[in-house]
Structure formats: structure tokens, C-alpha cells
Antibody, heavy 121, light 107 residues
Framework: QVQLVESGGGVVQPGRSLRLSCAAS????????MHWLRQAPGQGLEWVAV????????YYADSVRGRFTISRDNSNDTLYLQMNTLSRDDTALYYC???????????????WGQGSLVSVS | DIQMTQSPSSLSTSVGDRVTITCRAS??????LNWYQQKPGKAPKLLIY???NLQSEVPSRFSGSGSGTDFTLTITSLQPEDFATYYC?????????FGQGTRLDVK
């Protein structure tokens, strides 16, 4: 079955960097766009970034553009989120999620990981 | 950015009730509207996509309707496992945006 497993979260000081990983299995990773989303404690859902199946298209939320970079390694079925210049506002549970259809453009999320907690303090 | 506004923010309901949650987009998103259910400590789960399409393995008591700017999620005959928070999401434009959520709790 489809599995998405995030890792790399932790406690980090403001201004520092962190890289999240998401290991995918149970589906053909190379045919799906992938997303990062986040949820601050007690708050709603916020979309962070999307990357196309081949890695050539990337889009970001205004709140992270210029600080975060989404990337993928299709040879190892892994998604990444490099987070630089972190602030307390970035404290959240970070989810990776599969796009809802093969190819590009559905921008819905049909499979989610369990999340990786990032705490900036 | 497209703003998504859900109502109500919370709803006290009972098992067996019919529940309707509304979601309004700040501009037309055609039918690019999705609904998610989130239970405490769990990742969200996709229920409805494209405004009215039931995601695989989601019970038929869930349904969605609407187009343009106004959408609804309906749960007929609420079950105990349906007490959760529900989010609408527009997937027509980036940045993808969510409503603020509607929490269903026990009356």
C-alpha cells in the first residue's frame, strides 16, 4: 500500500536551517507530483510547496518562497524540503502528500504521511 | 490569493443528524474544490474531490455539491466516527488555499 514517511524534524533555533525528507513506497513515485503542507499547533492546514513528477516545476506559498526549497530524488523515491532562515512562525507539523492524480495539475492530496514536527525556538 | 471561507466554524451535532457545511471562494474556482476530514492526531483524509466526486473507499453518506464560488459538504445520518474537523480546499490556483475548518462535536 501507499506509504509516505517523513523524517528530519526537530527543535531548531531561529535563523537556522533544517531539511525534511519523505520516503515514498507502494506506488510509482516518478509519475506523481508531490506536495509539502504544514499545520501549526492547534491551527488549520497550510499548503507549502509542490514539485512536478520530473522536478522541473516548483511552486511555493508566499510565506516560504525564497527560504524553502522543494526537491526530489526519483532514483530513491524521496521528497525533500530544505528550510532556511527559520522563524517561530514556521513551527508546525509538516506533512508530505501525494498529488491526487498522475501527471500534473490536480493539486489535491490523496495520500498523506504522518507528519514531522518542526519547532523553532 | 483565493480566500476560502467555511461556515460554521463549529457545530454541535448528534449521531443520525444530517450535517451541511458550506465553503465560499473569493472568486470562481469552477469545480476545483476538495473536502478533507481530520481527526485529532491524524493526517487529513481526502473525502470529496472536484466538488462532487467521492474519493475511493469513502462512505456514500458523504456528498459534495456546488460550482463557481459556493460549495457544500453534506453528511447524511452522522456516524460516531464522523466527529472530526472538515476542511475545504481550492486546487484551481496556486497558492492552494484551505478554509479555516469546521469542527463537529457531540451535542
Amino acid at each position: 500500500q501507499v506509504q509516505l514517511v517523513e523524517s528530519g524534524g526537530g527543535v531548531v533555533q531561529p535563523g537556522r536551517s533544517l531539511r525534511l525528507s519523505c520516503a515514498a513506497s507502494g506506488f510509482t513515485f516518478t509519475t506523481y507530483a508531490m506536495h509539502w503542507l504544514r499545520q501549526a499547533p492547534g491551527q488549520g492546514l497550510e499548503w507549502v510547496a509542490v514539485i512536478s513528477s520530473d522536478g522541473t516545476k516548483k511552486y511555493y506559498a508566499d510565506s516560504v518562497r525564497g527560504r524553502f526549497t522543494i526537491s526530489r530524488d526519483n532514483s530513491n523515491d524521496t521528497l525533500y524540503l530544505q528550510m532556511n532562515t527559520l522563524s517561530r512562525d514556521d513551527t508546525a507539523l509538516y506533512y508530505c502528500a501525494r498529488d491526487g492524480s498522475a501527471g500534473w495539475g490536480s493539486h489535491r492530496h490523496d495520500k498523506w504521511g504522518q507528519g514531522s514536527l518542526v519547532s523553532v525556538s | 490569493d483565493i480566500q476560502m471561507t467555511q461556515s460554521p466554524s463549529s457545530l454541535s451535532t448528534s449521531v443520525g443528524d444530517r450535517v451541511t457545511i458550506t465553503c465560499r471562494a473569493s472568486q470562481s474556482i469552477i469545480s476545483h474544490l476538495n473536502w478533507y476530514q481530520q481527526k485529532p492526531g491524524k493526517a487529513p483524509k481526502l473525502l470529496i474531490y472536484g466538488a462532487s466526486n467521492l474519493q475511493s473507499e469513502v462512505p456514500s453518506r458523504f456528498s459534495g455539491s456546488g460550482s463557481g464560488t459556493d460549495f457544500t459538504l453534506t453528511i447524511t445520518s452522522l456516524q460516531p466516527e464522523d466527529f472530526a474537523t472538515y476542511y475545504c480546499q481550492q486546487s484551481y490556483y496556486t497558492p492552494i488555499t484551505f478554509g479555516q475548518g469546521t469542527r463537529l462535536d457531540v451535542k
